[in-house]
């Protein structure tokens, strides 16, 4: 008879197993669509170039602005842009209305994302300038829930 504790033990496994194959999945989907963007900003860049003077402004700043948009989302992927991320969606869904400076830490910890004291005080400071937040102590915060960067928290 196994014991009670290996069937949740075999279910945790089971689920990243899972977790890791659609990652996997995921990894593939992105890469695949990088590279369509590239082939597609090649070929923008060519037919803009065929267009007559007057016309190719108007499609240069469009072109420019899908960069722009391009550029955002890869630093989104980056640990300090994703912990900021991350940080907007814990605010926007925590529990109580008040957070602070450690419970953000071990939040991201958990999430693997690297994060010292000064880092989580700097990123809660932003947020609180931004009005995201409302400093009520050291270390202590008030979450603004109808802030518009917390969507509809």
Same mark, same amino acid.
């Given at each position: ?19 890791? %194959? ?6 593939? +989907?992105?890469?695949?669509? +990088?590279?369509? =963007? ?6 923008? &860049?060519?037919?803009?170039?065929? =267009? ?13 602005? &899908? ?5 955002? =989302? %890869? ?32 939040? =991201? ?24 937040? +409302? ?19």
């Amino acid at each position: 008879m196994p014991e009670p504790l290996e069937p949740a033990v075999d279910a945790v496994l089971r689920q990243m197993e899972k977790a890791l %194959h659609w990652k996997g999945e995921l990894i593939t +989907e992105l890469s695949a669509a +990088e590279t369509r =963007l590239l082939d597609l900003r090649n070929s923008a &860049n060519r037919l803009i170039d065929c =267009l007559p003077q007057g016309e190719r402004l108007s499609r240069r700043i469009r072109l420019n602005r &899908n960069r722009l948009e391009e550029q955002q =989302l %890869h630093r989104a992927q980056e640990p300090a842009h994703r912990a900021g991320y991350v940080l907007l969606r814990m605010l926007a869904t925590h529990y109580r209305g008040q957070v602070t400076n450690g419970e953000v830490m071990r939040h =991201l910890k958990r999430l693997g994302i690297p994060a010292t004291p000064e880092v989580v005080a700097k990123m809660l400071y932003q947020k609180a300038k931004q009005g995201v937040l +409302e400093r009520i102590g050291r270390g202590r915060y008030r979450i603004e829930r109808s802030h518009p960067m917390l969507g509809e928290g």
